[in-house]
């Protein structure tokens, strides 16, 4: 009822704009207007220009500085004036209309190499992230809005533009604006509750489009063995093609705008059979089930993931439990490998993005799922736990984290578990706990084998299409 009076307000609304007086829409709120132009004479470079409507800020940044050096400040009185930026920073004098630049994408991908964030592509089309060529607002005032227009080429962002092809955006969501594909080609995924809008960024050799989104298709599928429902409606991913690399995906990553948006890079040369063994696009899927962690634990966020990567794999029955169960086995000892005594604690603190920050990750992960589900008479786990944070919102702190678990568990559990495995040499728990799930690494490989726990582990990776516990 009331949807249907708001409607006919509108209606009343759209009628009275034909009368010459402009009447208040929500534009009138915007601080802020990008305009993105791309060009590609000389060579593809994008230009911005930024003005400055209402109540704007005057202090700006690029996340990740370098490219810009300066930028053309436009007057309220017609002057024009450069301004330098400054470790990443731009101050806009007072009076100042608008400011313009220009992003020389080719010159940067030319002195950089290509490169995910500051720019890559093939042909006509290219890929570059929004922090480092689009300026932004350094401090965001709750409700700030911001129009966005883009012209010169069709141009995959992370979020939808209205009927008049404006982005309508909060300030907010330039803080991480994603990644950016200009030009080159379009495929949609559609699941039952989400849309995968998909750039192609590129010209490969054996592949088709439709391939690549049956592949991609397939992943989000994967994803929805762990949650209820895909994680966000809509999602963005740009596959960009790697020159001289055989095989399907080489690397993946996700940012976390909003919503969060996904690129991969493939092998130019790969054919459609390659997707079958690919892992890199359902693990940046399975990136989207869990919270955005803050201030960042990569060990808890990759280990999450990579845990999933097997499991979800096993569920969708793109591998059997045997071979799921074996990869784990083999990143364990793979990341083992040279870390002596050394605590988990020490091992993720001191490598970065090491295999030990991944593979430590997952036995923990798998720990937890084990636990859980022994605790609960195997009727929860830790799919649970993902559903739980992610109806409590799209961030979360390790705390947070722990709490749910013990949620989930109905009596305390995260802090000892994690102090075991943090504390004591990286990968001491694995040969009990792979004991009691009755998987055995024998001089024949992996088998799995009657144990106390083999129930659970059967049920981890058990076939099915939704999340859900067992
Ligand atoms: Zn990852």
Redesign the pocket.
Same mark, same amino acid.
């Given at each position: 009822m009331k949807a249907a009076f708001a409607v006919l307000l509108l209606g009343l609304t759209l009628v009275s704009c034909q009368a010459s007086v402009r009447p208040r829409r929500a534009e009138d709120l915007t601080a802020l207007r990008y305009r993105l132009t791309y060009v590609r004479v000389p060579e593809h470079a994008v230009d911005v220009e930024v003005v400055l409507v209402r109540d704007a800020p005057r202090e700006f940044l690029f996340s990740q500085p370098g490219a810009v050096t300066t930028v053309a400040v436009h007057t309220e009185e017609g002057g024009v004036h450069p301004v330098a930026v400054r470790e990443g920073r731009v101050s806009l004098p007072k009076g100042t209309r608008l400011l313009r630049y220009r992003y020389a994408l080719d010159a940067v991908i030319r002195e950089q190499g290509p490169d995910f964030f500051q720019g890559a592509g093939d042909g006509d089309a290219r890929h570059v992230a929004g922090r480092a060529y689009l300026i932004r607002p350094l401090t965001v005032k709750p409700g700030m809005r911001v129009e966005l227009a883009v012209s010169g080429a069709d141009v995959l962002l992370p979020w939808q533009a209205d009927e008049d092809g404006v982005y309508r955006l909060r300030g907010e969501d330039l803080v991480d604006s994603g990644f950016h594909g200009f030009g080159g080609r379009r495929c949609q995924v559609r699941l039952p509750d989400a849309v995968l809008d998909v750039a192609i960024l590129g010209r490969f050799t054996h592949l088709s489009d439709a391939a690549v989104c049956t592949w991609l298709g397939k992943a989000a599928e994967e994803v929805r063995t762990v949650r209820r429902a895909f994680p966000h409606p809509r999602i963005t991913v740009r596959v960009i093609p790697a020159p001289g690399h055989p095989g399907p995906s080489v690397f993946g990553m996700?940012r976390w705008s909003s919503p969060p948006s996904i690129s991969i890079s493939v092998g130019q040369d790969a054919v459609a059979a390659d997707f079958a063994r690919d892992w890199v696009a359902v #693990?940046?899927m399975l #990136?989207l089930t869990h919270p955005v962690f803050v201030p960042r634990v990569p060990w808890l966020?990759?280990g999450l993931?990579?845990y999933y990567t097997e499991v979800a794999r096993a569920r969708s029955g793109r591998q059997d439990a045997l071979q799921a169960w074996t990869e784990l086995v083999d990143g364990f000892a793979r990341a083992r490998e040279g870390q002596e005594s050394r605590s988990m604690q020490e091992a993720v603190s001191q490598d970065g993005f090491s295999l030990a920050v991944?593979w430590t990750g997952a036995l923990f992960a798998l720990h937890l799922d084990v636990e859980l589900r022994r605790i609960t008479g195997n009727t929860r786990g830790l799919d649970d736990v993902l559903e739980l944070l992610a109806r409590r919102g799209s961030s979360s702190t390790l705390g947070a984290f722990g709490a749910a678990v013990d949620a989930i568990a109905g009596q305390p559990l995260f802090n000892a578990l994690l102090e075991r495995h943090l504390s004591r040499p990286a990968f001491v728990e694995q040969a009990g706990l792979l004991e009691a799930l009755g998987v055995q690494n024998g001089p024949n490989g992996v088998s799995l084998v009657p144990a106390r726990d083999s129930l659970l582990r059967d049920s981890v990776v058990g076939r099915r299409s939704h999340g859900e516990t067992p």
């Open positions: 996700v #693990h940046e #990136h966020s990759e993931a990579t991944y």
